[in-house]
C-alpha cells in the first residue's frame, strides 16, 4: 500500500516480496516480470551503492542513497532509495523495507491523489453515464430511489453476501445526500478490528452515485447505481502509510523527501514575502558514535529521540525538523536576517548541551555541528533549488566539523549559486593516512598562582604540511576517535613527551590528554609500563588527564586506568571539568590529583560575582578532598587574580602564555 515502488529485500540482494508499484515500475521499463534479485536488475554501479545502503540498513541503521539509480537497459528505475523497517521471516531469513522513490515531480504528482474517506460529501459535480465506473465493479445495484435505508441496507449484503452488522449499514446511508456521489466501505470480514493479517484488512467499497435523468419536478425520487467493488485497499490505511511514507520512522520527525517538499512550498512563499527570510539548517552530531559502541543502539536510538524532541521544542510551529540520515539532521525556520539565523544554532547547540543520557553507571552528552543556508527575503529561487539549498548547508557544516566541531558556519545565499548542484565538498583526510612528520607538539604553560612561576606544560597535538591546511587539532583528533586511530596516536605524543622528560633534568610537571579509547587500549598500557620500568623517575614528572565526557561515558575504563597509572607513580587529573554529580559522587574513590576546570566555569567570574561564589564552593569541595584545582583560558591579570582569592592552585591562557612549538616535538 505504500504510495511508490517498495520490496523486502535481503542482504544479498534477493527481491522476496515486492509491491504493485515495483511490477508496474519494471514493466514501464521494460522488464517483466520483477526480476528476483537488484543485482539482475541493476547496473554493477547502481548495485554497489544499493549494497552499501542495505549493509548499513542491516547493521540498524536506516540508510538511503540519493541520486539516480540505472537499471541495466540503462534507464532509469529511480531517484531515491531508502532502507527501513528490519524484519526476521521464516527460515532465518532476514530482510528490510526498501523503497525506490520516482522523480521528485512525480512524487508530487503522487502524492495529490487525495484519500478516500468514507461517506466524506464531496461537492456535487454532473456525471455523464461515462464517468459511473473508475473502476470495473465487480457487482451493480440499482435503486429505483423508493427504498428504505433497511431496504437498501439489506440489498447490498445479499449481494456481497457480507455478515457486516446492517444497523451500521443503515445508519450510513441515512447520512447519504442522493444528489452526490459518495463511497462507503466496509470490511470483508468480521476479523478486520485487530487483525494483523492482511487478508482480514480488505475492504468493500460501495459507490453509489446518482442515475442520469431527465430534468424531474423538484422533490422526485432520484435513483442510483451501487457500484461494488471487492477485495480494496482500507483507505484510512492507504492514507496512513502515505503519511508514514514522509516520516522517519524512529523519531516521527519528517525523512529527507518530505523536508524537500517542505522546503520548497518555503521557495514559494519566500518569492513573494519581503520581509522575512529563510533559515535552513544541516546538523550533524558529534561523537554519536560512541554513544551507539558503548551504550548499544537502544542509547543510540534514545539518544536520537532526545534529539529530535530539542529539535521541535527550538524550531517550533513555524519551523520544520527532519532526519535526514543516520545522526543527520535538517530544520529550517523563517528568519528577518543572518543574525536571527545564527541565534536558532546557537539555541540548538545550547539545548544539545543539556542533553544527558544515564544508561547504568555510564552518563552520555551529545554535541553538533551546524551549518546554515540564509535566504534573504525577495530572493527568488526555483522549487527545484530545494535541494542545492540543503547542499550548500551540508558544505557549511562540513567547514564546521574542520574546526572540531561544536560549531555554527553560515552561508548567506545568492541566487547565482543555485543553478547549479555540483559542489566540491572535501572529505576530512583519514587520520591514518598523516605520516609522523605531518603531527607536532607545542607546549602551552601552567602557572603556579600561589608562587607566581611556571610549574609545568601542557603537551597540546598540532598538525603541519599542506594537508592541514584549515584543518583544526581538535577536527583531526576527532575523525581519529572514530576510526579508532586515536591510540596510536596518543602512543607516539607519550613517546615524545617521555623522551623529552628524559633530556630535562628539570622536575616540571608535563601534562598531556589520554583518550578513553587509549585508556582501554592494552598495547598503550603495555608501552607505558615498559617505559616506566625502565626509568621509574620519569613517572614523576608525567601527569596524563581524561575529559570528563570520556569519564561520564566510562568510569569503570578510567576508574582503571587512573589505578595503573598511580600505581606507576603518575598524577592523573580530570580535564574540561564541569561539576557533573557522576564525577563529583566519584571523586572520593577516584585517585585524581587534579581537576582542570571547564572554560565556562572560568571566564567571565569577574563580571559575575554569583559564578565566582559557585565556583568558590567547587573548590572548596575539591580541596576538602584533597585534590587540587587547575583553571584554564585565563586572559586577563584581573581573572588571575580572581582565581588567586579562589585559592585556585595553578592556571593557563593566554595570560600566562600562548602554545609554542615544543622543542621535545
Known sequence: MLPHAAAYVAQDGSILVHNKHMKTNCAAKGVFPVPGSLQDLLTEGSWKRCEA???????????????????????????????TSFVSLTC????????????????????????????????????????????????????????????????????????????????????????????????????????????????????????????????????????????????????????????????????????????????????????????????????????NDLGGHDAGDDMLLRVAACLRLILGEFGTAARIGGDEFAGMVPAANEEAALDVAEEILDGFDRIRLEVGDKVFTIGGSIGVAFVDSGLSLRDADAAVLLGLADRACLSGKRF??????????????????????????????????????????????????????????????????????????????????????????????????????????????????????????????????????????????IAEKDFLREPATVESFFKFVTELGCQTAIDDFAGHWPVLSRLTSLRVEWLKLESSLTQQVVEEPAKAAILNGLVRAAHELGIKVIAKHVETAEEAMLLRELDIEAAQGFYFGKPEPWPGG
Not at 55 to 66: L, M, R
Not at 257 to 280: H, N, Q, Y
Not at 508 to 515: D, E, K, P, Q
Open 53 to 83: 545502503v542495505l549493509s548499513a540498513a542491516f547493521s540498524g541503521v536506516p540508510a538511503q542513497a540519493s541520486g539516480t539509480i540505472l537499471m541495466r537497459s540503462g534507464n532509469a528505475f529511480c531517484h531515491h532509495m531508502i532502507c
Open 92 to 291: 532465518e531469513r532476514q530482510a528490510v523495507l526498501v523503497q525506490f522513490d520516482m522523480e521528485d515531480t512525480a512524487q508530487d504528482a503522487l502524492a495529490k491523489i487525495p484519500a478516500p474517506v468514507p461517506a466524506e460529501k464531496k461537492p456535487a459535480k454532473p456525471e455523464t453515464a461515462a464517468g459511473f465506473l473508475e473502476h470495473f465493479p465487480d457487482d451493480l445495484v440499482v435503486f429505483e430511489g423508493l427504498e428504505s435505508p433497511h431496504q437498501k441496507a439489506r440489498k447490498l449484503l445479499d449481494t456481497i453476501n457480507s455478515d457486516y452488522d446492517i444497523d451500521l449499514l443503515i445508519e450510513a446511508l441515512e447520512d447519504l445526500d442522493p444528489a452526490i456521489a459518495q463511497s462507503l466501505y466496509i470490511p470483508e470480514r468480521r476479523a478486520f478490528e485487530g487483525s494483523d493479517c492482511a487478508a482480514d484488512r480488505r475492504m468493500c467499497e460501495i459507490r453509489i452515485v446518482p442515475m442520469p435523468q431527465p430534468d424531474t419536478n423538484a422533490g422526485a425520487q432520484i435513483a442510483s447505481l451501487a457500484i461494488i467493488r471487492r477485495n480494496v485497499d482500507c483507505p484510512k490505511e492507504i492514507a496512513e502509510n502515505r503519511r508514514l511514507a514522509y516520516l522517519d520512522p524512529l523519531t516521527g520527525l519528517e525523512n529527507r523527501r518530505a523536508f524537500t517538499r517542505a522546503l520548497k512550498r518555503e521557495l514559494v512563499r519566500l518569492a513573494s514575502d519581503k520581509d522575512t527570510g529563510l533559515a535552513v539548517y544541516y546538523i550533524d552530531l558529534d561523537e554519536f558514535k560512541k554513544v
Open 404 to 545: 572540531g566541531g561544536r560549531s555554527v558556519q553560515l552561508h548567506a545565499v545568492e541566487a547565482a549559486e543555485c543553478q547549479s548542484s555540483g559542489f566540491d565538498i572535501v572529505d576530512l583526510p583519514e587520520p591514518g593516512s598523516f605520516r609522523a612528520n605531518e603531527l607536532t607538539l607545542y607546549s602551552m604553560p601552567i602557572m603556579c598562582l600561589k608562587k607566581t612561576r611556571i610549574c609545568g606544560s601542557e603537551i597540546l597535538l598540532r598538525l603541519q604540511g599542506d594537508r592541514a591546511r584549515g584543518l583544526s587539532s581538535r577536527a583531526w583528533i576527532s575523525a581519529a576517535e572514530r576510526s579508532g586511530f586515536i591510540a596510536q596516536v596518543d602512543a607516539w605524543t607519550l613517546d615524545k613527551v617521555l623522551d623529552a622528560a628524559e633530556r630535562n633534568p628539570e622536575r616540571s610537571i608535563l601534562t598531556m590528554n589520554v583518550s578513553a579509547e587509549s585508556a582501554r587500549d592494552p598495547n598503550f598500557r603495555d608501552g607505558l609500563y615498559h617505559r616506566l620500568s625502565v626509568n621509574p623517575l620519569l613517572a614523576a614528572k608525567l601527569c596524563l588527564e
